[in-house]
């Protein structure tokens, strides 16, 4: 399956589509390469600042590393938006109906994983987990400064 890319605005909201972009990914875990390099190119063409860059893909490949481990996914929907107030918001959609929520971990100084929440509430402005409209599952949101 490959990825797809539509400027849809849906959930996003917003009327200019020089500012979403949407990504239809397989629920693999290659599929968060993939959503890292879109975000990375999107920002690039919107000349957005290198470490605000960095901080967006850092953030879309934890919120799409956990919505393609621990949701029943086959595919997830990634979205990036351009905000007027100098920020950018990322969304990822997970097609996961069976009602879990995220798995809230406080992970041991050896355990390799389980620290991805706890880098999106440390590195965005705000964040948050609402029912998908779009894809009956989970939406897990991201809100970022970017200083333009």
Do not use: K
């Not at 397989?26 to 290198?50: K, N, Q």
């Not at 850092?58 to 086959?74: Q, Y």
């Not at 050896?110 to 989970?138: K, M």
Request: net charge positive; glycine share 10%.
């Amino acid at each position: 399956m490959s990825p797809h890319t539509t400027s849809s605005l849906r959930h996003l909201g917003g009327a200019n589509t020089d500012r979403a972009h949407w990504l239809e990914l397989p629920g693999h875990r290659t599929s968060v390469r993939t959503a890292r390099r879109f975000v990375s190119a999107r920002l690039s063409s919107w000349r957005v600042p290198e470490e605000a860059c960095a901080n967006a893909v850092l953030l879309v490949s934890e919120l799409a590393t956990n919505a393609v481990l621990h949701t029943l996914s086959l595919r997830i929907l990634c979205g990036i938006r351009l905000l007027s107030d100098a920020g950018l918001r990322l969304e990822v959609h997970d097609r996961d109906a069976s009602g879990r929520r995220l798995p809230c971990r406080v992970p041991g100084p050896d355990d390799e994983g389980g620290r991805g929440l706890l880098l999106v509430q440390e590195i965005a402005d705000s964040w948050g987990v609402v029912p998908s409209p779009l894809t009956g599952g989970n939406a897990v949101w991201a809100n970022l400064a970017t200083g333009l």
